[in-house]
């Protein structure tokens, strides 16, 4: 199973940009899909997530600004973001929990990251 996340790149402050997150591989099913981002000198830190059920969740710090969704035919994660501020510079991770097969188990799964600079 493998976790490919795009999207990022600069954008100035004010402005938008959407996420992408698709997994690929051996996939039976998709538990909870999210993103957490870790700028410089700090933490990894949730961001947002959503259920298979479509029930989400958000940092305070991005309530109200970002929007997250899943496309479950394509196994892929999104986060609308805007109103972007400086301080949403980071490396924003997606991240998943995924039964492989059948009878597997749950497993946790990360992509490789995709950068997000905001500039003032």
């Known amino acids: 199973v493998q976790l490919q996340a795009s999207g990022g790149g600069l954008v100035q402050a004010g402005g938008s940009l959407r996420l992408s997150c698709a997994a690929s591989?051996?996939?039976?099913?998709?538990?909870?899909m999210g993103w957490y981002r870790q700028a410089p000198g700090n933490q990894r830190e949730l961001v947002s997530f959503i259920t298979s059920g479509g029930s989400t969740n958000y940092a305070d710090s991005v309530k109200g600004r970002s929007t997250i969704s899943r496309d479950n035919a394509k196994n892929t994660v999104y986060l609308q973001m805007s109103s972007l501020e400086t301080e949403d510079t980071a490396v924003y991770y997606c991240?998943?929990?995924?039964?492989?097969?059948?009878?597997?188990?749950?497993?946790?799964?990360w992509g490789q990251g995709t950068l997000v600079t905001v500039s003032s």
């Open positions: 991240n998943a929990y995924i039964r492989p097969r059948v009878t597997a188990s749950v497993y946790e799964y």
């Open positions: 591989g051996n996939v039976f099913n998709i538990n909870s």
